[in-house]
C-alpha cells in the first residue's frame, strides 16, 4: 500500500464513500423510472443521457472555477449539487422533471471531478501523484461494487420507498464527501510544504488549447472511453447475450472478474510500472483493451456454454489490466504537464474528453447493434484502440524523461516546452 499522507487518505476516503451511493443508484436509475414513476422507457432514456449532456458543460466550468477560487471550494460546490440532484429524483412524477434533476446531478458531478483531480494531484508530492491516481481507481471500483451489493439487499421493486432510501443515502455520501473535502488542509491548489509550480496566468481556456500536447493526449483518451469503457457499459452487455449466448447471472459472473481484478491488481500493477515510462503504460491499456474486444468476437462464436463464459471472462480480466494501467500513466501526464494555476483547467479538458466519449460511444454501439453488425463493431473498436496504442509510442518521444516516468516528478515546465519545441510542437 503506497505511503500517502494523512489528508490524501482523507479526500480518498470520501471519494470512495460517494462511489458506494453511485452504485447503490446508478444501475437502477432507469428501472426505477421506467417502472417505479411510470416514465415511458424511451423517455427515461433520454433522462440518462441528459447526465451526461450536462456533464460537457460542467467539466470546462469546474476546471475554470479550480484555477480561479482553488481546487477544495469548486469541488464541493459540485458534490452538494450533485446530492440536490440526488434527491430530487426522489419526488419525480414526470419526464421533465426528472431530465431537470438529472441534469443538476450530471453537472455537479462534472464540476466535481476536474477540481477533484486537481486537488488530488497537489495532495501530494509530484513523483506520488501515479499512486494516488491509482489508489483513487481501485477504491472507487471497491465502492462501486460495495454500493451494488447493498443495493442488492435493500432495493424491492414491489415497494418504491426502498428506491427512495438509497436516493437518500446516495446524496447523504455526496455530503459526506463534500464536508471531507472542505476539511482537508490546504488552499487546494497545493497540500501543505509542497512548492506550487506557477506558469504566471489564469485566463480562460485559449492558452489551454494551445497545448498540441494536451489536446494529441486528449483525442486519444476520448477514443479510448468511445471504444473502451463507454462499450464496456452499452455495446459489451448486449452483444455478450445476444449474440454470445450468455444469461443474465453468467454476464454477471464476467463483471465481477473485471472488478475483481481492478481491485486486486491495481497496487501490483502500480508496482511493476514504477520506474517505467507513462507512456508505454498507455498503450499497453489500449492494447490490452483492443485485444479484450477481439476475444469478446472469438467468445460470440463458440454459441454459449462454459468455453464461451471462460473467454468471456479471460476478455474482462484483460480489459480490468487495461484499466489498472490507465490510471496511473494519463490523468498523470495531464497534472504533470499543468501549472500550478492551469491546473484544473488541464484536468477540465481531460475530463471534457472522457466525458465526450462516454456520449459518442453509446450512439455508435446502438447504430451498429441495431443493423446486426456486433462482430464488426468489435473488431473495429479494437482497430481503433489500436490505433491509440500507437499514438501513445509517438507521444512518448514529446515528453522529458523525468515527466514520463511512473513514480518521478514532472521536468521542470520550461524544460518540458523545450523538448516539445525541438520535437516541432
Given at each position: 500500500?503506497?505511503?500517502?499522507?494523512?489528508?490524501?487518505?482523507?479526500?480518498?476516503?470520501?471519494?470512495?464513500?460517494?462511489?458506494?451511493?453511485?452504485?447503490?443508484?446508478?444501475?437502477?436509475?432507469?428501472?426505477?423510472?421506467?417502472?417505479?414513476?411510470?416514465?415511458?422507457?424511451?423517455?427515461?432514456?433520454?433522462?440518462?443521457?441528459?447526465?451526461?449532456?450536462?456533464?460537457?458543460?460542467?467539466?470546462?466550468?469546474?476546471?475554470?472555477?479550480?484555477?480561479?477560487?482553488?481546487?477544495?471550494?469548486?469541488?464541493?460546490?459540485?458534490?452538494?449539487?450533485?446530492?440536490?440532484?440526488?434527491?430530487?429524483?426522489?419526488?419525480?412524477?414526470?419526464?421533465?422533471?426528472?431530465?431537470?434533476?438529472?441534469?443538476?446531478?450530471?453537472?455537479?458531478?462534472?464540476?466535481?471531478?476536474?477540481?477533484?483531480?486537481?486537488?488530488?494531484?497537489?495532495?501530494?508530492?509530484?513523483?506520488?501523484?501515479?499512486?494516488?491516481?491509482?489508489?483513487?481507481?481501485?477504491?472507487?471500483?471497491?465502492?462501486?461494487?460495495?454500493?451494488?451489493?447493498?443495493?442488492?439487499?435493500?432495493?424491492?421493486?414491489?415497494?418504491?420507498?426502498?428506491?427512495?432510501?438509497?436516493?437518500?443515502?446516495?446524496?447523504?455520501?455526496?455530503?459526506?464527501?463534500?464536508?471531507?473535502?472542505?476539511?482537508?488542509?490546504?488552499?487546494?491548489?497545493?497540500?501543505?510544504?509542497?512548492?506550487?509550480?506557477?506558469?504566471?496566468?489564469?485566463?480562460?481556456?485559449?492558452?489551454?488549447?494551445?497545448?498540441?500536447?494536451?489536446?494529441?493526449?486528449?483525442?486519444?483518451?476520448?477514443?479510448?472511453?468511445?471504444?473502451?469503457?463507454?462499450?464496456?457499459?452499452?455495446?459489451?452487455?448486449?452483444?455478450?447475450?445476444?449474440?454470445?449466448?450468455?444469461?443474465?447471472?453468467?454476464?454477471?459472473?464476467?463483471?465481477?472478474?473485471?472488478?475483481?481484478?481492478?481491485?486486486?491488481?491495481?497496487?501490483?500493477?502500480?508496482?511493476?510500472?514504477?520506474?517505467?515510462?507513462?507512456?508505454?503504460?498507455?498503450?499497453?491499456?489500449?492494447?490490452?483493451?483492443?485485444?479484450?474486444?477481439?476475444?469478446?468476437?472469438?467468445?460470440?462464436?463458440?454459441?454459449?456454454?462454459?468455453?464461451?463464459?471462460?473467454?468471456?471472462?479471460a476478455a474482462m480480466v484483460l480489459f480490468a489490466v487495461g484499466e489498472t494501467l490507465m490510471a496511473p500513466s494519463v490523468p498523470v501526464i495531464v497534472n504533470d504537464l499543468a501549472s500550478d494555476d492551469s491546473r484544473g483547467r488541464y484536468n477540465g479538458v481531460h475530463s471534457f474528453a472522457q466525458t465526450l466519449g462516454y456520449i459518442i460511444g453509446p450512439a455508435v454501439a446502438g447504430a451498429a447493434l441495431g443493423s446486426g453488425h456486433g462482430s464488426l463493431l468489435f473488431?473495429?473498436?479494437?482497430?481503433?484502440?489500436?490505433?491509440?496504442?500507437?499514438?501513445?509510442?509517438?507521444?512518448?518521444?514529446?515528453?522529458?524523461?523525468?515527466?514520463?516516468?511512473?513514480?518521478?516528478?514532472?521536468?521542470?515546465?520550461?524544460?518540458?516546452?523545450?523538448?516539445?519545441?525541438?520535437?516541432?510542437?
Open positions: 500500500m503506497p505511503r500517502l499522507p494523512g489528508h490524501a487518505w482523507l479526500i480518498l476516503s470520501g471519494d470512495a464513500v460517494s462511489a458506494v451511493g453511485a452504485g447503490l443508484t446508478l444501475p437502477f436509475l432507469l428501472v426505477y423510472l421506467h417502472d417505479v414513476r411510470g416514465i415511458e422507457l424511451g423517455l427515461a432514456g433520454l433522462v440518462l443521457s441528459t447526465i451526461a449532456v450536462a456533464g460537457l458543460a460542467g467539466t470546462p466550468v469546474g476546471g475554470l472555477l479550480a484555477d480561479r477560487f482553488g481546487a477544495r471550494r469548486p469541488a464541493a460546490a459540485g458534490l452538494v449539487l450533485a446530492a440536490a440532484g440526488t434527491a430530487g429524483m426522489i419526488g419525480v412524477r414526470s419526464a421533465w422533471e426528472a431530465a431537470l434533476s438529472a441534469a443538476v446531478y450530471g453537472f455537479g458531478v462534472a464540476v466535481t471531478e476536474p477540481a477533484f483531480q486537481a486537488l488530488l494531484s497537489t495532495s501530494v508530492p509530484p513523483a506520488r501523484r501515479s499512486q494516488i491516481f491509482a489508489v483513487r481507481h481501485a477504491l472507487l471500483n471497491v465502492g462501486l461494487s460495495a454500493g451494488s451489493l447493498l443495493a442488492a439487499f435493500l432495493v424491492d421493486f414491489s415497494s418504491p420507498q426502498t428506491f427512495v432510501t438509497i436516493f437518500v443515502v446516495d446524496a447523504c455520501t455526496f455530503l459526506t464527501f463534500a464536508v471531507l473535502i472542505a476539511r482537508a488542509p490546504g488552499r487546494g491548489h497545493t497540500a501543505p510544504g509542497y512548492k506550487a509550480r506557477s506558469s504566471g496566468t489564469r485566463g480562460g481556456y485559449r492558452e489551454i488549447l494551445a497545448d498540441r500536447l494536451l489536446l494529441r493526449i486528449c483525442v486519444s483518451v476520448a477514443v479510448v472511453f468511445t471504444c473502451g469503457y463507454a462499450q464496456y457499459y452499452s455495446a459489451y452487455p448486449i452483444f455478450s447475450i445476444e449474440t454470445g449466448g450468455l444469461d443474465a447471472g453468467t454476464l454477471q459472473l464476467t463483471f465481477l472478474a473485471n472488478t475483481c481484478t481492478v481491485v486486486l491488481a491495481q497496487l501490483l500493477v502500480l508496482r511493476l510500472v514504477t520506474g517505467r515510462r507513462r507512456t508505454i503504460a498507455f498503450a499497453w491499456s489500449a492494447g490490452l483493451m483492443a485485444i479484450a474486444w477481439l476475444i469478446v468476437v472469438g467468445a460470440a462464436q463458440l454459441g454459449g456454454g462454459p468455453a464461451a463464459v471462460a473467454a468471456f471472462m473488431l473495429g473498436l479494437a482497430l481503433a484502440l489500436g490505433l491509440v496504442a500507437l499514438q501513445a509510442t509517438r507521444i512518448d518521444r514529446l515528453l522529458t524523461p523525468a515527466a514520463n516516468l511512473v513514480g518521478a516528478g514532472p521536468a521542470d515546465a520550461s524544460d518540458a516546452h523545450t523538448e516539445r519545441t525541438h520535437h516541432g510542437d
